[in-house]
């Protein structure tokens, strides 16, 4: 007797072997792109952030940076911005403490009282390379999605209208979100 004969014989197989379900299974979406938590309102590190979300979204990945705690800075508008109710005497002396927006940002080390900033932007300058403004821009521009964390706002007592345009306002559940669909996952 042959082996088919006797695989064929034998009632202990499944019936349905070989029959597609009835249901077909759903493959598990392949994780893409890039999310970054941005931590650190310094301007080395926001140039390093800028420059690989931008690389990223060049390459046709998608791009999620979370601002949170002191990241939350490089998305504050420059100068003074009328909000919506009052601020507390903490939120006012955070507010005046921090630096608003990219342009006010000092380097992490070799700062010497903001000689070593001034030093970075004017190679910046002589070397065509974007300011962190021009970087921040051309991310935007390229689909890269900024999300603001709401919780850090609310203990530093920054409002949405001191931050920039065309952001997203979100707590950490948004970014794990991104995290989990995504590639890579970046702290800066």
Known sequence: MS???VLSSESSLPKD???PAEEPATPEPVPSGLSMVVFSGDLDKALAAMIIANGAASMDLPVSVFFTFWGLNILRKGGPVHV???KTTTEKMFGSMMPRGPEHLHISKMNMAGLGTRM???EMVKKHVMSLAQLMKSAQEQGVRFIACTMSMDLMGIHKEELIDGIT???VGTFIDA???SRMTLFI
């Open 17 to 19: 072997l070989g029959l």
């Open 120 to 122: 970075i932007k004017k």
């Open 179 to 181: 995290a989990d669909k």
């Open 169 to 171: 306002y979100a707590n």
């Open 84 to 86: 919506q109710g009052k």
């Open 3 to 5: 082996s088919a004969a």
